[in-house]
């Protein structure tokens, strides 16, 4: 298992040379409410020599495949072959309310999404007639995609999923997955998933990327550090139509069903400090990593026990400052090293 570390855009050049002199693989940034992934990354780029980057994720709606397809192999060849590709179908109502457009039929869009940008990014001309793309639109004669630079190196395209369905997916048309509010337990289930879909395209898991994204928290106390977590989680499980939430829905699959029904409860009440005290502890404790650093090695140990080839520590959910970023880092690089260091011979 390798080291990953997903990055906020404050200071990221520092926060990615600090992962890099630390003996990380891999860097990760994200887009949401603050920050796009390929500004940040074009930045990593230019500040680091040796660490992988990766989108973490691309929000698919926000970008045509073109675009995507595009700015893979900018940052690519910005970072000299470093780059990774990850796209994520994002939410319903990220993906109407922010970029207008309609969630419907999320699995066929993503595949055929893929489809174009891999065809794209082999540096051949790209015609699409599909349900959701079409390329040229319109039934128009005009140039078809084709980025002329491409095709040099190969950039390999992860996508983040969470339901069974888009997970067989992800194993199928994939060279990786992102994954999110994940416990060893539900990773186990996951991987099975993924295998799925690898054996729908007659592949294997070899060199497939298993990268779940883990909120990290260094303290003596674990109580406490639930207790800072707790927003973060509530955070997301508020996010738009509790039917639609896909976070809640994750939550209830690992046994927490009751409790989102009381959260959602008291979130319509608007009060979300008060609704983010309904978040189970042993939800929030199973799906970060918490505690001093020999609690969070032993917590890295069960991640690649249960298939995890990369583990990346999330930096944001901490909600400190940058010396305190600085410092997760270091932290996790230790935690890293034990959990990984070899098992002492019997005496």
Same mark, same amino acid.
Not at 34 to 52: E, K, P
Not at 113 to 130: F, K, M, N
């Given at each position: 298992?390798?080291?990953?570390?997903?990055?906020?855009?404050?200071?990221?050049?520092?926060?990615?040379?600090?992962?890099?002199?630390?003996?990380?693989?891999?860097?990760?940034?994200?887009? @949401?409410?603050?920050?796009?992934?390929?500004?940040?990354?074009?930045?990593?780029?230019?500040?680091?020599?040796?660490?992988?980057?990766?989108?973490?994720?691309?929000?698919?709606?926000?970008?045509?495949? @073109?675009?995507?397809?595009?700015?893979? &192999?900018?940052?690519?060849?910005?970072? @000299?072959?470093?780059?990774?590709?990850?796209?994520? &179908?994002?939410?319903?109502?990220?993906?109407?309310?922010?970029?207008?457009?309609?969630?419907?039929?999320?699995?066929?869009?993503?595949?055929?999404?893929?489809?174009?940008?891999?065809?794209?990014?082999?540096?051949?001309?790209?015609?699409?007639?599909?349900?959701?793309?079409?390329?040229?639109?319109?039934?128009?004669?005009?140039?078809?995609?084709?980025?002329?630079?491409?095709?040099?190196?190969?950039?390999?395209?992860?996508?983040?999923?969470?339901?069974?369905?888009?997970?067989?997916?992800?194993?199928? &048309?994939?060279?990786?997955?992102?994954?999110?509010?994940?416990?060893?337990?539900?990773?186990?289930?996951?991987?099975?998933?993924?295998?799925?879909?690898?054996?729908?395209?007659?592949?294997?898991?070899?060199?497939?990327?298993?990268?779940?994204?883990?909120?990290?928290?260094?303290?003596?106390?674990?109580?406490?550090?639930?207790?800072?977590?707790?927003?973060?989680?509530?955070?997301?499980?508020?996010?738009?139509?509790?039917?639609?939430?896909?976070?809640?829905?994750?939550?209830?699959?690992?046994?927490?069903?009751?409790?989102?029904?009381?959260?959602?409860?008291?979130?319509?009440?608007?009060?979300?400090?008060?609704?983010?005290?309904?978040?189970?502890?042993?939800?929030?404790?199973?799906?970060?990593?918490?505690?001093?650093?020999?609690?969070?090695?032993?917590?890295?140990?069960?991640?690649?026990?249960?298939?995890?080839?990369?583990?990346?520590?999330?930096?944001?959910?901490?909600?400190?400052?940058?010396?305190?970023?600085?410092?997760?880092?270091?932290?996790?690089?230790?935690?890293?090293?034990?959990?990984?260091?070899?098992?002492?011979?019997?005496?």
């Amino acid at each position: 298992m390798r080291l990953a570390a997903h990055l906020v855009h404050e200071n990221a050049g520092e926060l990615a040379r600090c992962a890099e002199r630390a003996g990380f693989d891999l860097v990760i940034c994200g887009e @949401g409410y603050r920050s796009d992934a390929a500004s940040v990354l074009g930045m990593v780029a230019g500040q680091t020599r040796t660490i992988g980057l990766a989108s973490g994720v691309m929000q698919i709606p926000a970008r045509s495949p @073109g675009l995507a397809a595009l700015t893979a &192999v900018t940052l690519d060849a910005l970072s @000299g072959g470093r780059f990774r590709l990850g796209l994520g &179908v994002s939410n319903p109502d990220v993906s109407d309310g922010w970029y207008g457009v309609p969630f419907d039929k999320p699995l066929s869009r993503t595949r055929e999404y893929v489809d174009i940008v891999r065809a794209a990014l082999s540096g051949r001309p790209v015609r699409y007639d599909g349900e959701h793309y079409r390329l040229p639109a319109g039934g128009r004669d005009a140039a078809p995609l084709h980025l002329t630079d491409a095709g040099s190196t190969r950039i390999p395209l992860y996508l983040a999923a969470l339901s069974s369905r888009n997970l067989r997916l992800a194993g199928e &048309v994939a060279d990786g997955w992102i994954g999110a509010f994940v416990s060893p337990e539900s990773l186990v289930e996951a991987v099975r998933d993924l295998r799925d879909g690898r054996e729908r395209a007659d592949r294997d898991m070899t060199g497939f990327e298993v990268a779940p994204s883990v909120p990290t928290l260094f303290v003596d106390d674990v109580a406490e550090g639930v207790q800072r977590l707790r927003g973060h989680y509530a955070h997301f499980l508020a996010m738009g139509d509790p039917e639609r939430n896909v976070y809640t829905a994750l939550a209830r699959r690992l046994g927490f069903g009751a409790a989102m029904t009381e959260f959602h409860r008291r979130a319509a009440d608007g009060d979300l400090a008060k609704a983010a005290e309904a978040v189970p502890d042993e939800l929030i404790d199973r799906v970060s990593l918490i505690g001093p650093v020999e609690r969070v090695a032993e917590r890295m140990r069960e991640f690649a026990a249960a298939g995890a080839t990369t583990l990346t520590v999330m930096l944001s959910p901490a909600r400190t400052d940058h010396s305190g970023r600085l410092d997760l880092i270091r932290k996790a690089a230790k935690a890293f090293t034990l959990a990984t260091a070899p098992a002492p011979a019997d005496a």
